[in-house]
Nanobody
Framework: QVQLVEAGGGLVQAGGSLRLSCAAS????????MGWYRQAPGKQRELVAA???????TYAASVKGRFTISRDNAKNTVYLQMNSLKPEDTAVYYC????????????????WGQGTQVTVSS
């Protein structure tokens, strides 16, 4: 059983900052990539940022230069520092982890957190 628990969402004014965190726990053998996605009302879920276990990072063009993703491998935790927030950043933010678990063999699965609401007022 693997769980991803997010924290740090909330309401902030445009131009403000928030920091999200996501901790993976449970029967984890290893954590490969971790990432943040978001879904605004009426829109599809989209990638915001992702980071591999080796530290390679990908950002959506819309957040590059404003958001920073990082991870603590020892804690199986990923962070998203969001600065210069805009109303269009308003969405539910989801954490995803590509995690290897071992039962009879090693299997890699994608696990999702429950989501955390980020609301940016103008």
């Amino acid at each position: 059983q693997v769980q991803l628990v997010e924290a740090g969402g909330g309401l902030v004014q445009a131009g403000g900052s928030l920091r999200l965190s996501c901790a993976a726990s449970g029967s984890i053998f290893s954590v490969n990539s971790m990432g943040w996605y978001r879904q605004a009302p009426g829109k599809q879920r989209e990638l915001v940022a992702a980071i591999t276990s080796g530290g390679s990072i990908t950002y959506a063009a819309s957040v590059k230069g404003r958001f920073t993703i990082s991870r603590d491998n020892a804690k199986n935790t990923v962070y998203l520092q969001m600065n210069s927030l805009k109303p269009e950043d308003t969405a539910v933010y989801y954490c995803k982890g590509r995690i290897v678990v071992v039962t009879t063999a090693a299997y890699e699965y994608d696990y999702w957190g429950q989501g955390t609401q980020v609301t940016v007022s103008s």
